[in-house]
């Protein structure tokens, strides 16, 4: 499994960015989620997709970002928007699969500054 997570920036607060993630070598089962990491903190949840399609979000960005799957490009997207800077974090994406065999897979990560 490889993952590459794109399109992070330095963005103004309230403004907007989108994330992208290409996923390759992935099986059925498999779900796809979005981790962010700021300095000093551990990483944390942000959002994620099952492969049936269901999304599932932290609390604090529900209503700020969206995450949608592309299966049949096996892309992970990212829109966030009214972008605040406690959001400013290296952005992960991840896949994860809970049935045999399992694996839990880290991109690289993308940076994400948010300037007040």
């Known amino acids: 499994v490889q993952l590459q997570a794109s399109g992070g920036g330095l963005v103004q607060t309230g403004g907007s960015l989108r994330l992208s993630c290409a996923a390759s070598g992935i099986m059925g089962a498999t779900t796809l989620a979005w981790y962010r990491q700021a300095p000093g903190n551990q990483r944390e949840f942000i959002a994620s997709v099952t492969s049936g399609g269901i999304t599932d979000y932290a609390g604090s960005v529900r209503g700020r970002f969206t995450v949608s799957r592309h299966n049949a490009k096996n892309t992970l997207d990212l829109q966030m928007n009214f972008l605040k800077p406690e959001d400013t974090a290296v952005y992960y994406c991840?896949?994860?699969?809970?049935?045999?065999?399992?694996?839990?897979?880290w991109g690289q990560g993308t940076l994400v500054t948010v300037s007040s």
């Open positions: 991840n896949a994860r699969r809970r049935v045999t065999p399992t694996y839990s897979e």
